[in-house]
């Protein structure tokens, strides 16, 4: 079993990966930076130390400060959380270098899956359906050009490294396709720091579904079931739940198949995210893979009781899964809302300052995983995210229900602004209520909502 680990984090992820330490004795220390000296992690850690100033790139985006700190305070294993350094394959070299445990899968899997042309041709050959497009990098707007005549309109570019929706431009004609690619390259090379592309058939009515796989050191994989990221804004995620409202267990275990056999073909360890586009028909395509815990783990633990950040740790001290593919129950029903310290009256502009008051939602079926309190100064160098509220249900319905209870019962007073009233509206949308929509339908609903609260003001 490890002996203590390094928090390379902060946030909330920071304080759920302090929390399961504790859970099994293990000892933390949590990295922060200098705008995060009275964060909740630190206070809740066994150890801290200072890594740096509030700028990400001299602290949680900088290696040598965090090994460093991993070193100084006697850890032999860290944790990267998700975001920053989580899926960089260079920093997962380090760790290993240094005798530290890098609580994630092998650089290897990192390299391939982080680069999406190679990412594509690794899952199409472990027999995974992708999206029909290029099989590597473009070497040329002809290329692309060509590729687009032969699948056809509309098309995707898309980096080939990055991920969060910078540089996606969609195409559907020619012309557009030759406007779209030098503005892509240019936002690739300066979001990731290279302007490879690739091009995919675009699905203009597709739902966003993943799987959440497991796998330990001895050749044990597993998958916990689906989740449902379709609610998202400009390809950020606002609402997740698990399971899909439109996949049925056969699906599911298909999807799953696929997953485990796409982790096994790259010996991935520890616990991962498969990606999928899932058009009307049911047919579904690998888009990514997150080498990572990802933001909305939480509803799959309500839906299966398992803890996944627990297995990572578990997974890392060399554990086998306890657990087979048989085990894996799904109950019930969770959602997550992302509370992100933003104005959705103001197109989402990002919002600081302090949190005067804060009293977290409870109740049956409520869990919440946040890092404030009253009195917390909300640093404006970092993610928006302030607290993600989960509810389970027996059902659907129930799940929803109680997550209106839980944001009308949450209290967030001072100067922060933040996404609840928005997503207390689009609970209630009944688009939404009904489980047919799109990746497309928070932008739609958007302009409905705030004609109406233009005319309420």
């Known amino acids: 079993m490890l002996n203590k680990v390094l928090v390379a984090n902060r946030g909330e992820i920071a304080v759920r990966i302090v929390r399961a330490c504790r859970d099994l004795g293990i000892g933390s220390v949590v990295a922060y930076s200098e705008a995060d000296r009275n964060t909740l992690a630190v206070r809740l850690a066994d150890e801290s130390i200072c890594i740096g100033p509030a700028a990400p790139s001299k602290s949680y985006l900088h290696p040598p400060a965090l090994i460093s700190a991993a070193l100084i305070t006697g850890c032999d294993a860290v944790h990267p959380g998700y975001g920053f350094l989580s899926e960089n394959p260079y920093f997962a070299e380090a760790c290993a270098q240094c005798n530290l445990v890098f609580i994630g899968p092998e650089p290897e899997p990192i390299r391939l899956m982080g680069d999406k042309s190679i990412g ?21 707007i002809d290329e692309a050009i060509s ?79 689906e989740r449902d990221c379709s609610s998202q804004r400009r390809h950020q995620k606002i609402i997740e739940e698990a399971p899909s409202p439109i996949v049925n267990a056969e699906l599911r275990a298909k999807m ?124 404006g160098s970092y993610d928006s995210l302030m607290a993600k509220i989960i509810t389970w249900g027996d059902d659907r319905n129930e799940a929803l229900d109680r997550m209106r209870r839980a944001l009308n019962e949450c209290i967030l007073e001072g100067s922060v602004k933040s996404t609840i009233p928005f997503q207390l509206a689009l609970i209630d949308d009944p688009a939404f209520r009904s489980g047919n929509i799109s990746i497309h339908y928070v932008g739609e609903f958007m302009q409905k909502w705030k004609e109406r609260e233009a005319v309420v003001a």
């Open 147 to 225: 590729l687009a005549r032969e699948i056809g309109y509309p098309v995707l570019l898309k980096p080939s490294a990055g991920g969060g929706g910078r540089g996606m431009r969609v195409a559907r004609d020619e012309s557009e396709l030759q406007r779209a690619y030098p503005t892509a390259r240019a936002e690739a090379e300066g979001a990731f720091g290279r302007g490879d592309l690739i091009l995919e058939k675009y699905l203009p009515s597709v739902r966003h579904v993943e799987i959440q796989v497991l796998a330990d050191h001895h050749g044990n994989a597993i998958h916990l079931g």
């Open 120 to 140: 594509r041709q690794t899952m199409n050959a472990a027999g995974v359906p992708t999206v029909p497009g290029s099989e590597g990098e473009l070497s040329s």
């Open 256 to 379: 799953g198949e696929d997953a485990v056999r796409g982790i096994q073909a790259i010996g991935y360890r520890n616990a991962g995210t498969l990606e999928f586009l899932m058009d009307e028909q049911g047919n579904y395509y690998f888009i990514e893979m997150n080498t990572r815990i990802q933001v909305e783990h939480p509803v799959t633990e309500l839906i299966t009781g398992i803890d996944l950040v627990k297995w990572q740790l578990l997974v890392a001290s060399g554990e086998r899964l306890t657990l087979e593919q048989k085990d894996v129950r799904i109950r019930g029903h969770a959602v997550e809302c992302r509370i992100n310290a933003e104005d959705p009256e103001r197109d989402f502009l990002p919002s600081v300052g302090e949190i005067e008051l804060f009293v977290p939602p409870g109740g049956p079926g409520v869990r919440v995983d946040t890092h404030l309190y009253s009195g917390y100064k909300l640093p």
